[in-house]
């Protein structure tokens, strides 16, 4: 009896700290879903100190599909970012990590470390030269999405760890077996192994495809002005920090919302193989 | 482990490839650019006659240039985007000789322009407006194409004094003056605040109303309120290259130490918080602002809607002084070209856009105060309720001369020392004269 | 170990320097022994395989070496031949207003870097070409046919079948990563500031100077102030993986505790912050903890304060803000790790640990925590090294304020390495301290990880805990 009512009492405690996780973790993504159904009457549409909105309205979303701004374009802009980064970046990663898992070269060992190496270097160092880099080709300003795209994808294959652990896992007997039937590697690769690797596929994808709509320092520089190729970090960033934008803080709450639900649902969804992945990553190392 | 020439050679190939190609693609690039001017000779004969008429080109009338064609970029910040789409579309249909060029307007907002230009200014935009302050950055960064001639004889003919004065750097004119509003002055509640001449009064008005007083006291631009008030001065002396010569600053003084204890006072107060967007602040009482915002201030303060010069407050020593600070103009700058058609063109476009009707219009559609001294006499803006407030303000200010950047970072230190109370009311006046002298031997170190 | 390790670097360095010699012995036995189409193929390359009628990589060679003198007249050898002093013919004024760009340093630099790497690409290239015609020789001495092109296609998608998958993502990393990286490197010995910037002025080779201005302990040097962002930057780091790890752990082991019931639910609740952008939640985050935002107003309008609390204004507490706010970040990531992998402990025991009549705590610590940092060693590091460069975090709440005085550079208290070295690049262009600071950063999360590493559990003893 006693055992039971302390497990009772043990269970009650962990609900009631769960509980107040869940609010503390929620609570910011309300507040910005309540400010984002804020009417322009109340502040102009800038920064208020109380929670709930006295009368709600629709005018910063009915604002951000107008022909008054750009954020359908923006929103756009990312969307066709996010996917070819995704399609790209997993193909880059699937490639190198087969190689690097299954076959044995001159150089292998080198390239890892090498790889290793450039990744201590911080990211934004090299940020001016790449922007006078995609310059030279001209995919800055009006070729932004495709330089953002191309820079996204370029680097990729140094990020070959998780996927390179799981094909680690895939038996290499299966490899020996079909390569003694006369199947090419190349064959192996793809009939065999990427069929086999559908979540750390979907991981790799779902990781890739999240990035991108974070992305506001490079995006803005690579933009450098030209609003057309903006993605929505970057416009909303500006929205938020720089003084143009008077009553925008609505706007940026329901721009916020517009991106974070899709992203959200579409990574709900996709969790298992997030874990997965991020699992897996981990234990690696 | 031989067949690794192949893979190592299709890099080669690529890399090779690539970068030959680029850099052909460059030449390629800049090749018509340069013939354009020339091989439409034929084509636009007609249109170096009427650029005698153009009404703003005189220089360009003593050598005729053909205009060529092209696009110009105008980075301006986002409210007047729309505005400056108009004008630059009117321009055009009343110069069609000029009409080879396209336009693009971009909502860059005048900070980033500078920021952005000063990083890759053959990436810049073509026109950009700025504020005064970035003017010697922009300078000796190579982004601002010197006005010679007739074009620094409509800077001056045109505008007043200080705007005039203030897109000079050495004695070389940089700049078209758009507006001679950038100050700051007092928006406040006319329920909260009773009387707005006393600083003490706004405060203590507000902390009893439990209403916010807002002033940005980490920037360099709004500090100088407190300090030109007790009588310190902060100047850079400046070359034709934007090469700071020398710094006149008496900071580290008695008069800085009232200053900085006025300051410190100021941010000890529950109502005081640090800012000066109307739109970022919350439950405003009084907020030292400029006229950019008056639209958003007229929206949260509806009828209580009020505007003031910057109160007195009296000092630490028992003297009253009335706060100053400084008096600024944005601006229009020309990058410069390469290609003097083009030049031609976006001089003329730059003094359409900052000539009297524009201004005017500007001022009606988004309320700048105009720098023009014709725009500057009609009634609707001498009855404007911020700009007056302006006007008074600005005579009791000092023009903003020409700063370093490092300046600006220094005084947004000085100002978060003070609110993170490392300055507090427990300093010690020889503390605070010890903040003091490191800040203005810091200043002096900014000029070789 | 130290010893150990020396040797096995000693012994690296010495194979580099016998394989240099071997490789330098081996193009001039090539030549001495080999027939004429070989010491042909010593100026034209592939000469030898195209003669041998191996026409595919024959040509692959040939075009090599014409693309790569194209190259180099075209376009590389004007570059390479300024790189010494970067340019001298600055922007000149012409009279009309226009204005002539002439020297760019940055393109010389850049351009000139790349030229010397196709070089050695080059070389390395050439040495291939004398090695194939040496085996190309020994085959046919011994009588044995030569490769065919149809061959040597297959083997592309064979055994060669890495060279086909890596040749694209190498290259990219080549030219977006590696170059880059190597010029920043240059970029350090450098006078690429705002007052050196090309095209419209000229910047040169100033030697040590930035690194000297870095450890310079005056009023002008950026000594002091890199020590204070430096020794945040690691505080910061150690709080935000450790702090993170075992909140994440034991939120982690509350949602896996018998007996609790919506199990999917509190994890998907947790890990909508992944999802959402940071931008967007961590800027509403800023706003709301701001000096006269929704969170002082409420405490102040409930009276729970009598004054503002100065979340970000205050250096002590904007850091103690940033750590715990990362905390709302982090611990869905190291809740979503540690869930599996605390299943994957077995059952038996915690039960033979209960029969002994062990507590709780008692079992986290002796069974729980060891078989977690084991499995977990190498992750931590990555956070660890990942958290030094956490620029997000840092820079949506606070943009590394609040700024003092006592620091230079626009550096502010919260102030990570990098958000540092993002303000010199993006606010002050200053590229020359940037880069500097940038091969600190390096140098520090290299050292870390090194040091690191060879301490961890699972490194040291692989088997340790099977």
Redesign the interface.
Known sequence: MGLKAKRKLGNTITYIVLVIISVIWLFPFVCLFLQSLRSYNEAGGGMVEYLLPKQFSLDSYIFLFSQDSKFVRWYLNTLIIACFVALFQTIVVLCVSYALSRMRFKGRTFLMRFWLILGMFPGFLTMICLYFLLKQFHLTQAGAIPGLILISVASSGMGYYVTKGYFDTIPKALDEAARIDGASRARVFLTMIIPMSKPIIIYAALVAFMAPWCDYVFASYVAFGYTDSYNVAVAMQNWVWTNDYQGYFTRFCAGGMLVAVPVTILFICLQKYYVEGVTGGAVKG | ????????????????????G?????GAADAPAADAPAADDSAEAPAADDSAEAPADD?AAA?PVEYGSGNI?I?V???VVDFTKEQTDAFFAANPDMAGYTVTV????????A??M????????DMYGFAQDQIT?LV????L??L?GANAEFVTSQNDAGAASAAVVGDTTYAYPMTSDNGYFLYYDKSVVTDPSSLEKIVADCEAAGK?FYMEI?SGWYQPAFFFATGCTLTYDTDSDGNFTACNIDYASDKGVVALKEIIELASS?AF???????????IGAIVDGT??S??AQ??FGENYACAKLPSFEGSDGNTYQMSGFGGFKLLGIK?????GK?AVCHALAQYLTGADVQLARYNAVGWGPSNTTAQQDDAVKSDVALSALAEQLALTIPQGNYP?DYW??A???G??V????LSTSSTDDELMT?LQ??Q??CI?YAQ | MGNSTDSGKKSKVGKFFSGVGYDLKEIGLTFTQGDWKTKVSYLIMGFGPIMRRQFLRGIAFLAAEALFILYLVKFGWKYLQDIGTLGTVARVMNDDGTISYNDNSFLILLYGLLTIIIIGIFLFVWRMNVRENRNEEKLLAAGKPLSTAKKDLYSLLDSQFDKTLLALPVLGIFVFTVLPIIFMICIAFTDYDANHQPPANLFTWVGLENFKNLFSFGTTGLGSTFLTVLAWTLIWAFFATFLTYFCGMGVAIMINKKGIKFKKLWRTILVMTIAVPQFVSLLYVYKMFANDGLVNSYLLKWGWISSRIPFWSDPMLAKVMIILINLWIGIPYTMLITTGLLMNIPDDLYESAKIDGASGFQMFKSITLPYMLFVTGPFLLTQFTGNLNNFNVIYLLTQGGPQSMKLSNKAGYTDLLVTWLYKMTVDDTNYRMAAVLGIMIFVVTAVISLVVYNMLPSVKDEEGFQ
């Open positions: 482990m031989k067949k690794k020439v192949l893979a190592t050679l299709l890099a080669a190939v690529m890399t090779a490839g690539c970068l030959a680029c850099g052909g693609g460059d220089a050598e970029t980075w910040a986002e409210n971009e909502p860059v907002g005048e900070g980033d322009a920021g952005n000063l990083t890759d200014v053959e990436g810049g935009a950055r000796s960064a190579g982004a194409a010197p010679t916010n980490n529950s918080q640090n800012g000066s967007s109307v739109d970022n602040g919350t439950n950019w915002d639209g958003s929206a949260i410069p070209q390469e290609d003097a030049l950047g970072t220094l947004t230190s000085l978060d020392d609110i993170s109370k490392t903040a490191s800040f031997d810091t170190s």
